[in-house]
């Protein structure tokens, strides 16, 4: 490659939340005269066919998944996992580090960077060892990523084994985040001193901080407290934010659509037929829930969930997941018999994929009952859409804070186990669309400007994106090969 064209290896987690923004920031790489390969493995190459057809200068890297005990034959993405199989995803993936290595060293002008997701640290000591840098791709938030960069740093010692709800207080944080312990990083909480998984899943993370910079879907107005204590904590200021990075049809003025379908999965519901109804609908008038491509409710959750839709008399969409492989079918997943019949004309049930983006941004929609996972979160800021929040886990309780910080959502439930008072949640879910909600309509709306104002020309993190292609360059002429 030239040096005023650097070669970067993307390496994607191989799970949906993961995959679709890394493309998403991918297209803007390749935009800025950036070449590129892209590790896949097999069964994922499909979900690049959008990017591919878009950019066909993109070369790929398909390497078989490697084979773990625990992972059944052809499972290749997390959303197919059996239960708990998430660290062994991770653990399993280190097995690509001699294939990599390989290819490396038998390419006539290999990379000269890795940008490799938050999961995949491992990454880390193979540009060590080809002398090239690495890069972090945070598919969370910052005040997220920096409570994970805390824990596994420091590991905190639980006081009484028996007490979930005892308090981890994070004071070098801003804003001193506490969290009790059920609502930390459950591959944190599943560290076992000692076991190779749980080990090198730390190494992992300890690597993530090691490693040359990270590069953040996020924008600066929204968490710049966080992205600057990151730079102090990290020892550089090779921490960019690009966010929100958007589909690669979309455009900062959202008047495309394009780049919103077909992106995720099949659905019971066409698009089309969904906006329709949504066109007959009053504006800010329509409840939209969606927990995520992972979560699946248990049927008790889903019951008490109907029984608030429906007494609440909303209108409203509900992409309603149900239960996988993970999943025991008879106890996750079920609509109750009766809900459809009697919300009928009121509301759609989507079972599967939904057209998130899409329907978000129409202006029937006034509110998005969401697991705060930090895609759906994003999505929602750009569509100025307020939020009632149900976070679950992962990184979703530090996202559902920053939600709180900016006043744009109230929390409507906590924790993947708990069963929401179906009476409480009626109550929000009327108010969200019927109440005094002009104040937190007013914020949300503040935020979709900053956020799409930051992608355009002069915005953060249009200049933090320049800064970023430009490091690349001034990277690659160092590499001496």
């Keep these: 490659m030239s040096e005023n064209r650097p070669h970067v290896l993307i390496f994607p987690y191989p799970a949906q939340g993961h995959m679709l923004p890394l493309f998403d920031f991918t297209h803007q790489l390749v935009t800025n005269e950036i070449a590129i390969t892209i590790l896949v493995t097999p069964k994922n190459l499909p979900i690049l066919n959008p990017l591919l057809s878009k950019h066909p200068s993109i ?58 997701d938050m999961f995949l640290g491992f990454t880390h000591e193979i540009a060590t060892q080809l002398g090239i840098r690495r890069y972090v791709f945070s598919t969370s938030g910052a005040l997220a990523l920096s409570v994970v960069y805390s824990l596994w740093r420091e590991m905190p010692k639980r006081k009484n084994t028996n007490d979930e709800n005892e308090i981890f207080h994070l004071p070098n944080i801003p804003n001193s985040p506490k969290y009790p312990w059920w609502q930390l990083s459950p591959i944190f909480r599943s560290y076992v001193k000692g076991d190779p998984n749980s080990e090198f ?4 993370y300890l690597a993530d901080i090691a490693s040359y910079g990270v590069v953040f879907n996020t924008f600066t107005e929204l968490e710049n407290v966080y992205l600057d204590y990151l730079k102090r904590d990290l020892g550089h200021d090779r921490v960019w934010s690009v966010g929100p990075v958007l589909p690669p049809n979309e455009d900062v003025n959202n008047n495309n659509n394009s780049g919103s379908l077909n992106r995720g999965g099949s659905s019971s519901v066409l698009a089309s037929e969904i906006l329709g109804w949504l066109d007959t609908c009053e504006d800010h008038s329509v409840v939209y829930v969606c927990f995520g491509s992972q979560a699946v409710l248990t049927n008790k959750q889903m019951e008490e969930l109907a029984i608030a839709l429906e007494k609440s008399g ?52 006034g509110a998005f009952l969401t697991h705060c996972g930090w895609n759906s979160t994003l999505e929602s800021l750009v569509a100025g859409v307020p939020m009632l929040t149900w976070p679950m886990g992962a990184d979703q309780f530090a996202n559902a804070n920053i939600l709180d910080e900016h006043k744009v959502a109230i929390r409507a439930c906590e924790g993947v186990n708990t069963i929401p008072n179906s009476s409480e949640l009626t109550k929000l879910l009327a108010e969200a669309v019927q109440g005094n909600v002009e104040e937190r309509r007013a914020r949300a709306s503040e935020l979709r400007k900053v956020a799409l104002n930051g992608n355009k020309e002069g915005g953060n993190s249009f200049k933090d994106l320049a800064a970023f292609v430009q490091h690349l360059r001034e990277e690659a002429t160092k590499i001496k090969r």
Aim: with cysteine; glycine share 8%; charged share 20%.
């Design 201 to 204: 899943i730390r190494e992992c």
């Design 59 to 116: 070369n790929t890297l398909v390497l078989p998944f490697p084979s773990h005990p625990s992972i059944p034959a052809g499972v290749e993405n997390v959303k197919d996992l059996p239960a708990g199989g998430f660290r062994s995803m991770m653990y399993t993936l280190r097995k690509l580090r001699d294939p990599i290595l390989d290819w490396f060293n038998n390419h006539p002008s290999p990379p000269s960077a890795i940008i490799s």
């Design 314 to 365: 909303v209108k409203f969409i509900w992409s309603a997941k149900g239960a996988t492989k993970g999943h025991v079918s008879n106890d996750y997943g079920a609509i109750p018999s009766w809900f459809e019949e009697k919300v009928a004309g009121r509301g759609l049930v989507v079972r599967d994929w939904a057209p998130q983006v899409l329907i978000l941004k129409h202006r029937a929609v």
